[in-house]
Nanobody, 123 residues
Framework: QLQLVESGGGLVQPGGSLRLSCAAS????????IGWFRHAPGQEREGVTC????????NYADSVKGRFTISRDNAKNTVYLQMNSLKPEDTAVYYC????????????????WGQGTQVTVSS
């Protein structure tokens, strides 16, 4: 069974950091671009960042540039999202998603999705 599982979410104070993980089972991530999306209550789902299958290309939403870093360890079949200088507006459920080919900003182009992990930034 092909599955993505996110972990690492939680409650953090403004200015704090979290590292999210996206682990794959049932398939290898080597040939997949991985995107992170987030969905906050009352808002549309937002693409946060994406990393190419080889890890050489990344892109970020303007709202997280300079604060978030995506990376991957294909040997561990895992992608990471390091989030620093967190703000209350980063509060959302974060999802990772996989698609064959290059990164895309369009969520519908991703074939596999995790169940999401909640990130809450609050004092």
């Amino acid at each position: 069974q092909l599955q993505l599982v996110e972990s690492g979410g939680g409650l953090v104070q403004p200015g704090g950091s979290l590292r999210l993980s996206c682990a794959a089972s049932g398939f290898t991530l080597d040939y997949y671009a991985i995107g992170w999306f987030r969905h906050a209550p009352g808002q549309e789902r937002e693409g946060v960042t994406c990393i190419s299958s080889g890890g050489t290309r990344t892109n970020y939403a303007d709202s997280v540039k300079g604060r978030f870093t995506i990376s991957r360890d294909n040997a561990k079949n895992t992608v990471y999202l390091q989030m620093n200088s967190l703000k209350p507006e980063d509060t959302a459920v974060y999802y990772c998603a996989a698609r064959q080919g290059s990164c895309s900003v369009y969520a519908y182009q991703y074939a596999y999705w995790g169940q999401g992990t909640q990130v809450t930034v609050s004092s």
